[in-house]
C-alpha cells in the first residue's frame, strides 16, 4: 500500500508535539526540542520555504484551499496532510435549515395556491360553460308510418343557453305550422308541439327550426316518415241474389202477408235471412221484407251463411167463433160478400206504386200509376192511413196516359222518425171503374228520409230509341256504379253509367237505349252501388197493341215523372 493509501501519518514522520525516545521521563529536568535531520525543530515550518505539494493532495483535495496546500499550518483542527475537517454539529445544522427551509417554502406554496382558488373573503363566481345550441326531434320517429289524411303531432326540444321564442314545422321544405308558445322543461331545456297532415300518401321530410331571443336559429335534423292510405276494414261480404222472375214482396214468409212492393228480373237483393223449409228469403229492402226462394238465383254455399230468422205471426183475420156447447150463445151472422165486379173493358186500373217518406220525415209522397192500356183524365181519390197524415184524403184531378203516373204529396205532423207503415187506397169508394178493382190497397214500409239523394225517374220513347232523365232532389250525388236495367217479359238490357255525378236539383238525360222488341210495357230501373233508388215505365213503341175498339195503343206518349222505388205490386200468385 503506497502512502497516499494510508489514512494515517507516515511511519517514520513523527508526530507533531509528541515526545521522542530521548524526552526525559516525567519528574526529570526539560530538554531541548527535538529537531529533524536538518537542524529544525519539529512543528515549526521554515520561515522562507513551503514544501512542494504533493500529487495526491493535488488530486484529492481543493487546490483553492489555502490550508491544504501546506502541511500542518490548519493547526489542531487540520486533518491528516493539510484537510479541514468540519465538526459534525455544523454539518447538522446545515442539513436542519436546508429541510427546515423546504418545509417552510412548501407551506407558503401551499397556502398561495388556497388563496388563488379560494379568491380569498370575496372569491369571484367562475364563468359557466357556453351551452351548444341543439334541436331534436323527440317524435315521431325516423321512418314512422303515419296514416293519411290523420293529424300527425310533432315534439320537439331545444338545449340552448338562452330562451326560445318560436318553432317553426317543414314538411319537405314548406313551413306548415309554427308556435309562438314554449314550455321550458329544465335549464337550459325548451319544448313545443307542433301538427302536420298529409292529403296525399308518400315520403315526406321533417325539420324543425327553432329562434333564441337574439334571433339565433337552431335547425333540427331532418327526419323521413312514410304516409300510406287509411286501412279500410274489410266488411263481411254480403250474400247477394238475383231476381229471375216477378217477385213480390211480403211483410213475412206467406202469400197471408201483406204485399209491399215487387221486384224485377235483373235486380240484385241482399239476402239477411230465411225460413227453415228455404222456401222464402228475407231482403234487406223494405227494413227485411220476405220474397219466394223459386224467384231468387243464389249460390248453394252462400245460402248456408244465411242465417234463420223467425218469422212475424200471420195477421188475424178470422173472426173468433163463439165457444162449443154454450147453449145461450148467440152467433152474429157475417154478411154475404158483394161478388167481384166484372173487369171493364178499355177501363183504368190504378196501383199505388211509390211511397216514400221526405223533407226528414214531414212529407209523405204517394205515386199512383195507370197500369193498363187505357188513358184516364178526371178526378181521383187517395187515403192514407197508420200515419198522422192532415188530411188523411186527397182528391186529385189528373190526366195519365197508358202506364203513366202522378204524385200527391201528404203532410205529416209529427214526422216520421222510425221505421213505419203505411197503408195506401186509390179510389177507396170504388168511384172510378177500373179494369181491375182488386188492387187499390196497397201497404207500404216507411223509413225515415236519408241523408243523400232523393232520385226519380221519367221515361220516353221516340222511333225505337228511349229517353231517361235522372232527376235528383236530394243531396248531390256521386257515384262510379250506376246501372239503368230495361226490362220487358223474358228480356232484359243493361246500361252502365260511370261516373255519375248529379247535384241538389239537376237531372241528367240518358239517349241511345234500343227499345225492346217485345212487351208492351218496358220498366226502366236504375241501382246506385247495388241498390235500386227509382224506377219508371214507359209503353214499348215496338209493340202495337189493338184494343177490342179498334184504338192502338202502341204509340202513347212519354211517361213523366215515374216513382222513386219499384213497388208495383202484384196480385199474389196461387
Do not use: C
Not at 483535495?61 to 484537510?83: F, I, M
Not at 322543461?185 to 315520403?203: E, P
Amino acid at each position: 500500500m503506497s502512502e497516499q493509501d494510508h489514512p494515517g501519518p507516515p511511519e517514520e514522520e513523527p508526530l507533531i508535539g509528541g515526545a521522542t525516545p530521548s524526552s526525559p521521563l516525567p519528574g526529570d529536568a526539560p530538554s531541548d526540542p527535538g529537531r529533524d535531520a536538518r537542524g529544525a525543530v519539529i512543528g515549526v515550518p521554515p520561515e522562507t520555504s513551503r514544501r512542494a505539494v504533493d500529487p495526491w493532495e493535488l488530486q484529492h483535495l481543493r487546490r483553492d484551499t489555502r490550508d491544504l496546500r501546506t502541511y500542518g499550518r490548519d493547526g489542531p483542527g487540520a486533518g491528516y496532510y493539510g484537510a479541514t475537517q468540519r465538526p459534525a454539529g455544523r454539518t447538522a445544522a446545515i442539513y436542519f435549515f436546508t429541510l427546515a427551509t423546504l418545509v417552510i417554502g412548501g407551506i407558503l406554496i401551499f397556502l398561495l395556491f388556497q388563496v388563488l382558488n379560494e379568491g380569498g373573503d370575496n372569491p369571484a363566481e367562475p364563468l359557466p360553460p357556453a351551452v351548444e345550441a341543439v334541436a331534436r326531434i323527440e317524435s315521431p320517429t325516423p321512418g314512422a308510418r303515419i296514416t293519411q289524411n290523420e293529424e300527425l303531432t310533432v315534439i320537439v326540444s331545444v338545449v340552448a343557453g338562452e330562451d326560445i321564442v318560436r318553432f317553426e314545422l317543414f314538411v319537405t321544405g314548406i313551413i306548415t305550422d309554427q308556435e309562438f308558445t314554449v314550455r321550458k322543461t329544465g335549464k337550459h331545456t325548451y319544448a313545443s308541439v307542433l301538427t302536420a297532415s298529409f292529403d296525399a300518401a308518400g315520403a315526406y321530410d321533417l325539420v324543425v327550426r327553432a329562434y333564441t331571443a337574439s334571433g339565433q336559429q337552431v335547425i333540427s335534423d331532418a327526419i323521413q316518415i312514410v304516409v300510406v292510405p287509411p286501412t279500410v276494414a274489410t266488411p263481411e261480404p254480403d250474400v247477394v241474389a238475383s231476381i229471375v222472375a216477378v217477385a213480390s214482396m211480403r211483410l213475412g214468409p206467406d202469400e197471408g202477408h201483406n204485399q209491399a212492393g215487387t221486384l224485377e228480373p235483373g235486380q240484385v237483393v241482399t239476402v239477411i235471412g230465411r225460413t227453415g223449409d228455404q222456401q222464402w228469403l228475407q231482403i234487406a229492402n223494405g227494413g227485411g221484407l220476405w220474397v219466394r226462394f223459386s224467384a231468387v238465383d243464389i249460390a248453394p254455399e252462400a245460402l248456408a251463411d244465411v242465417p234463420i230468422v223467425e218469422p212475424p205471426p200471420l195477421p188475424d183475420s178470422t173472426p173468433t167463433s163463439p165457444p162449443t156447447g154454450n147453449p145461450d150463445a148467440t152467433v152474429t151472422p157475417s154478411p154475404t160478400p158483394s161478388p167481384t165486379p166484372a173487369p171493364v173493358p178499355n177501363a183504368p186500373d190504378f196501383i199505388a206504386t211509390n211511397a216514400v217518406s221526405l223533407e226528414g220525415g214531414s212529407i209523405l209522397r204517394i205515386t199512383l200509376t195507370n197500369a193498363s192500356t187505357s188513358p184516364f183524365e178526371g178526378v181521383i181519390v187517395v187515403r192514407v192511413e197508420q200515419v198522422p197524415a192532415n188530411p188523411s184524403e186527397q182528391i186529385l184531378d189528373i190526366a195519365v196516359e197508358p202506364n203513366g203516373s202522378a204524385a200527391v204529396n201528404f203532410a205529416i205532423d209529427p214526422p216520421i222518425g222510425e221505421q213505419t207503415v203505411v197503408t195506401v187506397t186509390i179510389d177507396p169508394d170504388d168511384a172510378i171503374a177500373e179494369s181491375n178493382e182488386d188492387n187499390n190497397v196497397t201497404e207500404f214500409i216507411i223509413v225515415p228520409p236519408p241523408e243523400g239523394a232523393i232520385l226519380s225517374l221519367s221515361a220516353g220513347a221516340n222511333e225505337g230509341v228511349l229517353s231517361i232523365t235522372i232527376q235528383n232532389d236530394g243531396a248531390t250525388l256521386t257515384t262510379n256504379d250506376a246501372r239503368l236495367i230495361v226490362s220487358v217479359p223474358g228480356e232484359t238490357l243493361e246500361r252502365v253509367i260511370s261516373p255519375l255525378s248529379i247535384s241538389q236539383g239537376e237531372s241528367t238525360t240518358i239517349d241511345g237505349i234500343v227499345a225492346p222488341r217485345t212487351g208492351e210495357a218496358i220498366r226502366v230501373t236504375l241501382f246506385i252501388d247495388g241498390a235500386n233508388v227509382a224506377t219508371a215505365t214507359v209503353p214499348n213503341p215496338n209493340v202495337a197493341d189493338v184494343p177490342p175498339d179498334g184504338q192502338t195503343s202502341g204509340n202513347n206518349p212519354p211517361t213523366n215523372n215515374g216513382p222513386i222505388e219499384p213497388d208495383e205490386p202484384e196480385e199474389p200468385q196461387g
